[in-house]
């Protein structure tokens, strides 16, 4: 054997042993790999398990028998309604037509009649998703089956163990009933928004068909119903926000509609193309007692739940305090305390809260609200008005500023940053005045001065951070600080103002603060507390919003035996509506009062929710309606006369409230004279000075007048209490520059001056003197010539005019002592007149003739002689 050959076989034999190990250890890692699988697939299956035996019992009663929810007042006691108990319009799915099954199933379930139960496919992508957003509820997935489960045996957590449990019902509810059967109860089941369940009712509220007539579904629709289970109070059509919304996810099932083989292209784009107004006939149900009340615990139930408050037999603890609700109603529905016009389009809605808890007290949403109706309390976005000054200027610049009560603005002729004038209501200027006055007396110019100083982005999220709601497109707008944007409802400006009247703590207006389930879980739903300015912020806006109840702008809702602050807001027409209808200039279109206590806190608008006739605006009686309601209703419904508690980050000076270690408050700065003149009488040698002071504030005020001399010393001329003072015999030749100013106390108002200088009487020119006029017979030529009258006065020229035949012209105007008339006429008499002139005057005019001969006569020499 060679030893290449005895190489070769050692290589051989080491690779084999090589390869053998590795074998090995491949083996047991496959066998570690096996058991953990199989140990990881027990521990799967026993927690499934036991994640299943906690799973609710399957009780087919709950798939067909819905649970009544029950509300109870803020008592915890007394039961204000039972939602879900009336009669429900089951319908049998041989009624349901085709065109709604097909939409229904291309929207939710394209699989639905493959799977048994649970779509695998769209499982594993929903679990794919959940794994790379982080979020359970990114998931999806869900079958038809698995809808019904969970509306009918589920609670509202979002939870894999949930999850699990709804797949282990879904795969019973399939075994035990037909796919036609499950559609039957999905189609019973569904919630359509509000307190519209079940596809028969919808038809009956959106369309005005009866459980026998769904087969007059049109193809329209019949994907807007399948379309609104999704979300049901962002598509439901009775409100007239969502339509845009609702047509989207309409044409959005349309279009899987077609993906999944039910429509044809072109009926899809002609069904997409239909107005969704022109499918609606709304049909309004039955107001029930505290409806307006009532709908609003509904919303908020479904907004900050997954619980169906028509099925689930619900426990709802409210806040309504029924004395205060009925109170409410009645004010607004009837013309015992206000004697509403005959237009019944005139409406009005309020919202009362507890100041301290934000707890909602009473709703009203409107004018004879009908069940279903728009809830002007709460859906509205109008303008405020002047009722957004403490929340997005006044406020603001206090909280960052810490101004005082005292704090001065000029009131005066202003412009936005854009160059658009800014006006106030009454088109007049107050002038430096403490921010208290120009709150109280709501002016537009300090307001937006404020706002200014404060800063836009500071103002709105300080706004912001009180409920109101202003988008980062609207903030830009400096309107806003007027009221200028359409973001106000009464159950926004209740909680805006509450924080004021609760320390600065910020809670949001709500109607639950607990639900309880049928199993036992009890979710608590009241909004947090939370602290958004501080507490100097909310007590000297509060103390400003007394005055302007106790003798400002809102005096009319002012009710002495409570502690009470509150601010007016109005709102005015565009010129195009103005025109429109023929609407007086003065017309208002809102008209808003919010005021609180620290008990409660009260927010009243009222308007016209549409314009459509020259009727349609509030007059001088009805803008003030709002306060008048406000008044009618607190009155009655307060009970504690509990006073602001004022905190010890606050101290008092005079009258005026201002922050520790912040600015402290000032004597208003006098506004400054205007138009100042003066003027020279020679008759009299004196200078007459006089001014202008547009404030009617003239009570305690003097105005000290000085002046000075070419620049010199500055010299007291008078302390006068009216508008004009007088110097005597002034110097001639130099100028008199006079400063007013307006005292009030120790405080002046800015200089307001003038110049003027008094000239020396000119002298006029003497006439010139030795006029003559000499013919030049070689030039054929008159020479005139004179002496001037008095050779020290400058600036005179000599006006030359000659008559010939009883015609006189001027011949020249000079400066020189002679002037040439050339070519005269033979035998004819000429005189020549001579006047001398300045800016003075003119002097006397001296003459001289001369006949021309017709004989040549070099020494033709007039007479030469003077003549006036």
């Given at each position: 054997m060679s030893e290449n050959e005895s190489r070769m076989e050692r290589k051989k034999k080491t690779n084999k042993q090589q390869t053998k190990a590795q074998n090995f250890v491949w083996k047991r890692f496959l066998y570690a790999v096996l058991i953990i699988g199989i140990l990881m697939l027990i521990v799967g299956t026993g927690a499934i398990l036991w994640i299943i035996k906690d799973a609710p019992k399957f009780d087919e009663t709950l798939l067909k028998a819905p649970l009544s929810s029950t509300l109870y007042a803020s008592d915890e006691t007394t039961i204000i309604a039972e939602i879900g108990k009336e009669k429900r319009e089951d319908v049998d799915v041989e009624e349901i037509p085709d065109v709604l099954k097909n939409a229904v199933i291309a929207t939710e379930d394209a699989r639905f009649y493959k799977h048994h139960g649970i779509d695998v496919k769209r499982t594993l992508v929903a679990i794919f998703k959940i794994i790379t957003s982080g979020s359970f509820e990114g998931g999806g997935g869900s079958t038809i089956t698995q809808q019904l489960v969970k509306n009918s045996f589920l609670t509202i957590e979002q939870t894999p163990?949930?999850?699990?449990?709804?797949?282990?019902?879904a795969l019973q509810l399939e075994r035990r009933f037909s796919k036609e059967q499950i559609l039957e109860m999905y189609f019973n089941k569904n919630l359509y928004g509000g307190d519209v369940y079940g596809v028969a009712k919808a038809a009956e509220r959106f369309f005005g068909l009866g459980p026998d007539e769904l087969d007059q579904l049109t193809l329209e629709q019949a994907a807007l119903l399948a379309g609104i289970p999704q979300s049901p109070n962002r598509y439901i059509p009775t409100e007239e926000e969502n339509l845009e919304n609702a047509e989207k996810r309409r044409n959005m099932v349309l279009h899987y509609?077609?993906?999944?083989?039910?429509?044809?292209?072109?009926?899809?784009?002609?069904?997409?193309?239909?107005?969704?107004?022109?499918?609606?006939?709304?049909?309004?149900?039955?107001?029930?007692?505290?409806?307006?009340?009532?709908?609003?615990?509904?919303?908020?139930?479904?907004?900050?739940?997954?619980?169906?408050?028509?099925?689930?037999?619900?426990?709802?603890?409210?806040?309504?305090?029924?004395?205060?609700?009925?109170?409410?109603?009645?004010?607004?529905s009837t013309n015992d305390e206000i004697s509403f016009?005959?237009?019944?389009?005139?409406?009005?809605?309020?919202?009362?809260?507890?100041?301290?808890?934000?707890?909602?007290?009473?709703?009203?949403?409107?004018?004879?609200?009908?069940?279903?109706?728009?809830?002007?309390?709460?859906?509205?976005?109008?303008?405020?008005?002047?009722?957004?000054?403490?929340?997005?200027?006044?406020?603001?610049a206090i909280d960052q500023l810490k101004w005082s009560t005292g704090h001065l603005l000029k009131d005066e002729e202003y412009q936005y940053e854009n160059g658009t004038p800014i006006r106030n209501a009454n088109r007049k200027y107050a002038g430096n005045r403490t921010i208290r006055d120009h709150l109280v007396w709501s002016r537009n110019i300090p307001a937006l001065k404020a706002f200014q100083a404060a800063g836009v982005d500071e103002a709105t999220n300080f706004a912001r951070s009180l409920g109101f709601p202003i988008t980062d497109e609207q903030k830009v707008n400096e309107a806003n600080a007027i009221g200028g944007?359409?973001?106000?409802?009464?159950?926004?400006?209740?909680?805006?103002?509450?924080?004021?009247?609760?320390?600065?703590?910020?809670?949001?207006?709500?109607?639950?603060?607990?639900?309880?389930?049928?199993?036992?879980?009890?979710?608590?739903?009241?909004?947090?507390?939370k602290k958004v300015m501080e507490d100097y912020t909310a007590f000297l806006i509060t103390d400003m919003l007394r005055t302007a109840v106790d003798s400002g702008t809102g005096t009319q809702a002012n009710i002495p035996r409570l502690d009470l602050a509150g601010k007016t807001g109005t709102t005015n027409f565009d010129k195009q509506t103005e025109t429109k209808y023929g609407l007086p200039s003065n017309a208002v279109k809102d008209a808003w009062f919010v005021g609180y206590t620290p008990q409660y806190t009260g927010a009243v608008w009222t308007g016209y929710g549409k314009t459509t006739s020259a009727d349609d605006y509030l007059n001088s009686t009805s803008e003030n309606f709002s306060k008048?309601?406000?008044?009618?209703?607190?009155?009655?419904?307060?009970?504690?006369?509990?006073?602001?508690?004022?905190?010890?980050?606050?101290?008092?000076?005079?009258?005026?409230?201002?922050?520790?270690?912040?600015?402290?408050?000032?004597?208003?700065?006098?506004?400054?004279?205007?138009?100042?003149?003066?003027?020279?009488?020679?008759?009299?040698?004196?200078?007459?000075?006089?001014?202008?002071?547009?404030?009617?504030?003239?009570?305690?005020?003097?105005?000290?007048?000085?002046?000075?001399?070419?620049?010199g010393d500055t010299i007291k001329l008078t302390s006068a209490n009216e508008l004009q003072a007088v110097l005597q015999s002034p110097e001639k030749g130099k100028e008199y520059t006079f400063t007013i100013v307006a005292v009030s106390g120790d405080t002046k108002s800015n200089a307001a001056s003038t110049s003027i200088t008094v000239e020396e009487k000119a002298e006029g020119p003497n006439s010139p003197s030795n006029v003559q006029a000499i013919y030049d017979n070689g030039s054929n030529s008159i020479v005139i010539s004179w002496n001037p009258g008095n050779a020290d006065i400058k600036d005179v020229q000599y006006i030359v005019t000659y008559t010939v035949n009883g015609t006189t012209q001027t011949l020249t105007t000079t400066t020189e002592l002679q002037a040439i008339l050339s070519s005269p006429q033979p035998l004819q008499t000429y005189e020549f007149t001579v006047t001398a002139s300045n800016q003075t005057g003119k002097s006397e005019p001296i003459s001289t003739s001369i006949t021309v001969d017709e004989m040549d006569n070099s020494d033709g020499v007039g007479s030469g002689i003077d003549s006036q």
């Open positions: 163990t949930r999850k699990i449990q709804e797949w282990y019902l509609m077609n993906r999944h083989g039910y429509l044809s292209k072109s009926e899809m784009t002609k069904a997409q193309s239909t107005p969704i107004e022109e499918t609606l006939n709304i049909q309004m149900p039955k107001t029930n007692q505290y409806q307006a009340f009532v709908n609003t615990v509904i919303k908020e139930v479904q907004e900050k739940t997954d619980a169906n408050i028509f099925e689930d037999g619900l426990e709802i603890y409210t806040t309504i305090d029924p004395e205060i609700q009925q109170i409410t109603e009645e004010v607004l016009p005959e237009n019944d389009n005139m409406q009005s809605a309020v919202v009362i809260t507890d100041t301290q808890t934000g707890a909602i007290k009473a709703i009203g949403g409107g004018r004879n609200y009908q069940n279903g109706g728009y809830n002007y309390a709460t859906m509205m976005k109008r303008q405020p008005g002047s009722t957004i000054k403490p929340i997005l200027d006044y406020g603001p944007i359409d973001a106000a409802s009464p159950i926004v400006m209740a909680g805006a103002y509450a924080a004021f009247g609760n320390g600065g703590y910020y809670i949001a207006p709500h109607t639950v603060t607990k639900i309880v389930y049928p199993d036992g879980i009890e979710k608590n739903i009241a909004p947090e507390k008048l309601i406000f008044k009618a209703i607190l009155s009655k419904a307060a009970t504690s006369t509990e006073t602001f508690k004022q905190p010890k980050s606050v101290a008092k000076s005079g009258n005026e409230y201002y922050v520790v270690g912040g600015e402290k408050p000032q004597a208003p700065k006098p506004d400054g004279p205007t138009n100042v003149t003066a003027q020279y009488d020679a008759a009299s040698d004196r200078i007459l000075l006089s001014w202008a002071y547009t404030s009617n504030n003239r009570q305690d005020l003097t105005f000290d007048v000085s002046y000075t001399v070419d620049g």
